[in-house]
């Protein structure tokens, strides 16, 4: 089939409900379980989809002997469609506030790293000075926070920067850093030791880490390499550092996360940080937006904020 499609071929034929057959068959990879998502049979939903296919000339699903999944075009697609579905909900929500006399909506992803000082402190700065400002914080790893950014789900993102968002359509402004701590629960066994080796800990103790596509696991294995250090043998591998953060406090494992990420346990004394030091160099942290998009009124202000406090505290 040739892609070769007009734009007026297109915007005569494309429907918003075609967007959200291939969002939800893009998640689900099933076509039963689309059609009951879509409220609709499965021959109805399998005509739905040969009907997109039709108009873009091109095959977007691989069909498999048991379910799907898209096509290299097909994923391009899915995330024009994610995006397109993110953003009028968005709008319509946006719409809906400033008809009850609201001032608008803002979406953020965040990292946890950065969001317990840096973003939460000016979420609360802008929401004081606009109280019917409707706001949304959604993420918590830098994995995470790319695709929600990728997807359309937020307007901006604050995270690391990494080879997924050095790309010519992601506008990327550094704004600060954060040193690695590593971290027990207080009644641990090495939580009153003066003296300890990374050797030790790797060889000897259970550990709590983030997936190892995650910038901090990334340092952490590069740090242990330079030392001459394999990566521990004993892990529990989490995306969440709310779920970490539970993890450690109910185990004997050792946990590396960032400092500000940990100061409020820390201050409450529900963990120790250990007495070594890792030379763990993480991508700086910083605003991360797609390119040539338009900036609202409050997301700007939000980031003229954040900037600031960005660099009083630099």
Request: proline share 5%.
């Amino acid at each position: 089939m040739s892609i070769e499609r007009s734009p007026q071929h297109l915007f005569s034929r494309l429907r918003y409900k075609h967007l959200q057959m291939l969002v939800v068959l893009g998640t689900s990879l099933n076509m039963h379980r689309a059609s009951v998502t879509m409220s609709m049979s499965q021959p109805a939903a399998t005509r739905m989809l040969q009907e997109i296919e039709d108009m873009f000339g091109c095959e977007l699903f691989e069909r498999m002997p048991r379910g799907m999944r898209p096509t290299a075009l097909g994923r391009e697609l899915l995330r024009f469609a994610e995006a397109a579905i993110s953003g009028l909900d968005r709008c319509a929500t946006d719409l809906a506030v400033r008809k009850q006399g609201g001032y608008g909506y803002l979406s953020i992803g965040t990292i946890m790293g950065a969001a317990p000082d840096l973003v939460m402190n000016t979420v609360a700065q802008i929401k004081a000075l606009n109280p019917q400002l409707r706001i949304r914080i959604m993420g918590d790893t830098s994995d995470q926070v790319i695709q929600l950014l990728e997807q359309g789900r937020v307007d901006i993102a604050v995270t690391r920067r990494s080879p997924s968002n050095d790309r010519d359509d992601y506008e990327f402004e550094p704004l600060g850093n954060e040193r690695l701590i590593a971290v027990v629960h207080s009644g641990h066994p090495l939580a009153s030791r003066q003296n300890l080796q990374w050797a030790e800990l790797v060889r000897d103790w259970p550990w709590i880490l983030q997936p190892d596509t995650s910038p901090a696991r990334i340092a952490i294995e590069e740090a242990l390499q330079r030392i001459e250090l394999s990566s521990p043998a004993d892990i529990i591998e989490c995306s969440s550092v709310y779920s970490m953060q539970q993890l450690v406090q109910l185990t004997d494992a050792v946990m590396v996360l960032s400092e500000s990420a940990m100061r409020d346990y820390l201050k409450m004394g529900l963990v120790r940080a250990l007495p070594v030091t890792l030379d763990a160099q993480m991508e700086p942290f910083g605003l991360l937006r797609r390119k040539d998009e338009p900036v609202s009124r409050e997301l700007q202000h939000f980031i003229e904020l954040l900037r600031k406090r960005a660099h009083e505290t630099s």
